[in-house]
């Protein structure tokens, strides 16, 4: 087995590329066991969180990334996102009949939006047209048009786990001359060759280091220690008092002439918060400080 809910960086001591190997499991479960999901759809939630999670761990700041696509097909949104600690979460909205595993299909006139969300200062968000057949193609055509780098990215789902890897080529040293950007070109096209050797079932079920030795026993390379993924909602009383406040109290208090409680329940984790009449005044007349274990404020 690979190492179960874990993501590790790696560099190259001699090439100036950078990787990254994540295989997910008990998070990979904990998501799927929320929805009655069909086994495309699975796979591809596997996908998306492998994806989100070696993307979050080349951030630099404390935050989150997240990989939303929306179309007008089979699937009508699918997201996934990961913070700068790895606590990944994900949701599919499924539309009709699921009858393909390639991008263009399931999600037909659709776009991949790529948002990264540092907990100060402003989004970035950059938007990819789902033209290719799988995320690892639009997550690389991204990096490329966007960032000017070459990057590399497998991603692999049986529907028990998921796992993926990351290859990216840094950027030339300041002053590098021809031959030496040569010399780098080369032996990028190296490392990706021999990663392209690897097997589905071996990202699936190798251990991280086994893997490395398998593709690059002849290089030289840094690990760095491990960091454990998680499945975790963002989801708080906080928020989703802050959520419906949006809809007004008087609004909010009509319902509640016919309701005992209003009830908002996060499609993620599908925890329930429940706000009775007293809890809505409390949002609008002292704001919101505390909950109770049940999920009402007073």
Same mark, same amino acid.
């Given at each position: 087995?690979?190492?179960?809910?874990?993501?590790?960086?790696?560099?190259?001591?001699?090439?100036?590329?950078?990787?990254?190997?994540?295989?997910?499991?008990?998070?990979?479960?904990?998501?799927?066991?929320?929805?009655?999901?069909?086994?495309?759809?699975?796979?591809?939630?596997?996908?998306?969180?492998?994806?989100?999670?070696?993307?979050?761990?080349?951030?630099?700041?404390?935050?989150?990334?997240?990989?939303?696509?929306?179309?007008?097909?089979?699937?009508?949104?699918?997201?996934?996102?990961? %913070?700068?600690?790895?606590?990944?979460?994900?949701?599919?909205?499924?539309?009709?009949?699921?009858?393909?595993?390639?991008?263009?299909?399931?999600?037909?006139?659709?776009?991949?939006?790529? %948002?990264?969300?540092?907990?100060?200062?402003?989004?970035?968000?950059?938007?990819?047209?789902?033209?290719?057949?799988?995320?690892?193609?639009?997550?690389?055509?991204?990096?490329?048009?966007?960032?000017?780098?070459?990057?590399?990215?497998?991603?692999?789902?049986?529907?028990?786990?998921?796992?993926?890897?990351?290859?990216?080529?840094?950027?030339?040293?300041?002053?590098?001359?021809?031959?030496?950007?040569?010399?780098?070109?080369?032996?990028?096209?190296?490392?990706?060759?021999?990663?392209?050797?690897?097997?589905?079932?071996?990202?699936?079920?190798?251990?991280?280091?086994?893997?490395?030795?398998?593709?690059?026993?002849?290089?030289?390379?840094?690990?760095?220690?491990?960091?454990?993924?998680?499945?975790?909602?963002?989801?708080?009383?906080?928020? %989703?008092?802050?959520?419906?406040? %949006?809809?007004?109290?008087?609004?909010?208090?009509?319902?509640?002439?016919?309701?005992?409680?209003?009830?908002?329940?996060?499609?993620?984790?599908?925890?329930?918060?429940?706000?009775?009449?007293?809890?809505?005044?409390?949002?609008?007349?002292?704001?919101?400080?505390?909950?109770?274990?049940?999920?009402?404020?007073?």
């Amino acid at each position: 087995m690979s190492n179960s809910d874990q993501i590790q960086r790696f560099m190259f001591e001699h090439h100036d590329i950078r990787g990254e190997l994540v295989g997910i499991d008990e998070a990979y479960q904990a998501v799927i066991s929320k929805h009655d999901y069909p086994d495309q759809v699975k796979k591809l939630l596997g996908e998306w969180i492998a994806a989100a999670s070696l993307l979050s761990e080349i951030l630099k700041f404390d935050g989150s990334v997240i990989l939303q696509a929306r179309g007008d097909a089979g699937i009508g949104v699918l997201m996934a996102e990961c %913070t700068h600690d790895q606590n990944v979460r994900a949701i599919a909205q499924v539309n009709g009949d699921i009858q393909s595993d390639k991008l263009q299909e399931l999600f037909g006139n659709g776009q991949l939006v790529i %948002t990264i969300s540092p907990r100060k200062g402003n989004r970035y968000q950059g938007i990819v047209p789902l033209n290719s057949d799988t995320l690892a193609e639009c997550l690389e055509h991204y990096f490329l048009q966007s960032e000017q780098l070459s990057t590399r990215i497998w991603l692999q789902c049986d529907n028990s786990r998921a796992a993926g890897l990351f290859l990216q080529k840094l950027p030339f040293k300041p002053g590098a001359s021809d031959d030496q950007k040569q010399q780098s070109d080369e032996q990028w096209q190296h490392v990706v060759t021999l990663a392209d050797t690897i097997k589905s079932e071996e990202l699936l079920s190798l251990e991280n280091e086994t893997i490395l030795h398998r593709l690059y026993h002849e290089e030289d390379l840094r690990l760095f220690e491990c960091e454990d993924v998680e499945f975790r909602c963002t989801c708080s009383k906080e928020r %989703t008092a802050a959520s419906i406040k %949006t809809v007004g109290q008087s609004e909010l208090l009509d319902i509640l002439e016919s309701e005992p409680s209003i009830k908002v329940t996060c499609q993620f984790c599908n925890q329930t918060y429940s706000f009775d009449k007293i809890d809505i005044r409390a949002i609008f007349e002292t704001g919101f400080s505390s909950t109770k274990d049940d999920g009402s404020i007073h």
